[in-house]
């Protein structure tokens, strides 16, 4: 087990490179099951998240390799269609491989996700869509079975939006006889980056990035080329890195486009954020003093992100005054506030609400992180904390985050990475 060292107060200054989505690259690879042959992507993060999908591949079959941000599935030998408990528990994406596995060999054992640390994420979506295009789906011993000869074209409504559904039943769809209607889909642009990869492919998708996709199934899909899109939500941090420390920081290799609510936000603290060519250049306005508080209320995309709002209530507990933040997608996702508290912020809980009253400096502590997105949190709010703080419990900030803490050092931070102490 390892910890970060952070010893807080320096304006972080300088360039960073953002990494590959990760929310893009795991559903990619399950892309990869629905082509006999050797897939490629490039600009993937070396993350856990991404070696475990890596190790599932190759669990049913598949090769699998990743070296100096290009990842190579060869699924020619894919023989094995269980998705097992042992990989599945550490990571919900991987049921994303269910829709592929059915699509392109008519059968599927996928381990339930069961729970998560910040809420249940039920899969229901994902199995009525199946049923609808005519799997038959069984549920036995914490394992979904699904059979089906072929898969059959279907419309399919979304109850609330879906990232992993939508992504999961438009890859089905993809080898399905006859067109889906997928309606109220997620919009996200990672769920857009699937599309374009499946297309290339050989698939036939419109409208990704709306509300209403349709998919008219083909019967053979090709192995692909792709590069991955930037991470919007590493980049997001990054920039609410320079804001809480006072910093100036030019986030080379992102998407600005992919971030507006997040821009609109910051700017509303009295942050410069400018997008400039290949990136985003975040500024702390010196003349203005601490960061001015605002409201926020997470929202499917183009809303502001729920993988965010941890980031955001970290550079709130610093601001000037006080700001209301609503939680709508996840109703457990608070779960960083007891550690931001330890450092000294003003933070009231009521149910999916919380109230954040900024103080004028956080004090260094030694904090746990519960989750991925929360460990974040912690570690900007060490940045701009006066003394030395702790970060504990690291495996949470290693599924999302690559090389953080040398990206950090890079743009000045005092942080290291040491090996617990055992006790």
Do not use: W
């Not at 060999?105 to 729970?115: D, E, F, I, K, T």
């Not at 209403?212 to 939500?233: A, T």
């Not at 954020?273 to 601490?290: D, E, H, I, Q, Y």
């Not at 006066?386 to 290693?398: A, F």
Request: glycine share 10%; proline share 4%.
């Amino acid at each position: 087990m390892e910890k970060l060292v952070i010893a807080g107060g320096v304006p972080l200054r300088g360039e960073v490179n953002i990494s590959g989505s990760k929310n893009a690259t795991l559903p990619l690879m399950a892309a990869s099951i629905l082509a006999a042959g050797k897939s490629v992507l490039r600009s993937v993060p070396e993350l856990r998240d991404v070696l475990t999908m890596g190790s599932l591949l190759k669990k049913m079959g598949a090769g699998f390799s990743l070296r100096d941000s290009v990842c190579e599935m060869d699924t020619s030998g894919l023989n094995e269609f269980t998705a097992p408990y042992e990989l599945v528990k550490t990571m919900r994406a991987s049921v994303l491989v269910l829709g592929p596995l059915v699509a392109r060999y008519g059968q599927a054992r996928v381990s339930l996700p069961g729970g998560c640390a910040i809420g249940a994420r039920p899969i229901n979506l994902h199995l009525m869509g199946l049923e609808r295009m005519g799997a038959e789906i069984e549920l036995a011993e914490g394992y979904v079975k699904a059979r089906a000869k072929r898969l059959n074209g279907a419309s399919i409504y979304f109850d609330v939006p879906t990232v992993t559904g939508t992504e999961n039943l438009m890859m089905a769809a993809a080898l399905a006889k006859g067109t889906t209607v997928l309606e109220n889909c997620a919009r996200e642009p990672e769920v857009v980056d699937l599309a374009d990869a499946l297309i290339r492919m050989g698939a036939r998708i419109e409208g990704a990035g709306g509300s209403l996709i349709e998919i008219e199934g083909v019967d053979e899909l090709r192995p692909y080329g792709h590069d991955v899109i930037p991470d919007r939500i590493e980049a997001a941090t990054f920039a609410i890195a320079s804001a809480i420390t006072g910093g100036d920081i030019l986030i080379k290799t992102s998407r600005p486009d992919f971030m507006d609510a997040i821009m609109i936000k910051l700017r509303e603290t009295r942050v410069d954020a400018v997008k400039t060519p290949g990136g985003l250049r975040v500024k702390a306005n010196g003349n203005s003093g601490r960061p001015a508080s605002v409201n926020i209320t997470t929202m499917p995309y183009p809303g502001f992100p729920t993988d965010v709002q941890a980031q955001f209530m970290a550079l709130m507990c610093v601001a000037n005054g006080t700001s209301i933040i609503n939680e709508t997608v996840f109703e457990n996702r608070f779960m960083h506030v007891p550690e931001l508290q330890r450092m000294g912020a003003q933070i009231v809980l009521q149910g999916g609400m919380a109230s954040v009253t900024g103080v004028e400096k956080l004090k260094g502590a030694q904090v746990m992180a519960t989750d991925l997105r929360a460990s974040a949190s912690l570690v900007l709010a060490a940045l701009a904390a006066e003394g030395e703080s702790e970060i504990h419990r690291l495996y949470h900030l290693d599924r999302g985050y690559e090389r953080m803490e040398e990206k950090l050092r890079r743009l000045g931070a005092q942080i290291r990475r040491v090996p617990e102490q055992r006790g």
